[in-house]
């Protein structure tokens, strides 16, 4: 299990373990996190679960894919630390990861 903090738009916190092998989003779903919608599922058609990492992980991260890019293309107010959560696989190296959820997905 690992420790993940998911921050909404309106400045809650919610620490949650998650357990590896999971998804962030999955552990997003599973806990009830507002703002993560997961129109697909999990599979990168569509970008309602949108999160910006906090700076200090985007080097610890995977790299982004080409079909995320795509995606992120249209999620709402993509940014450089924008990712899909979808494709954020929990490990003991996310242990602590803070993503930070927009006001809405798109």
């Known amino acids: 299990m ?3 903090t998911y921050n909404t738009h309106d400045n809650k916190t919610h620490s949650i373990e998650v357990q590896n092998g999971l998804t ?4 997003a779903v599973q806990n009830d ?3 993560i919608d997961a129109d697909c599922g999990g599979g990168m058609a ?3 679960c949108h999160v910006y990492v906090n700076e ?3 080097d610890k991260l995977p790299v982004k894919e080409d079909g995320e890019e795509d995606m992120l293309d249209m999620a709402f107010e993509p940014k450089q630390n924008s990712r899909l959560s979808c494709q954020l696989v929990v490990s003991d190296e996310l242990e602590g990861l803070v993503v930070n959820i927009p006001s809405k997905q798109g």
């Open 2 to 4: 690992v420790k993940i």
């Open 24 to 27: 962030v989003m999955e552990g």
């Open 33 to 35: 996190i507002p703002g």
């Open 46 to 48: 569509c970008a309602t």
């Open 56 to 58: 200090e992980w985007q």
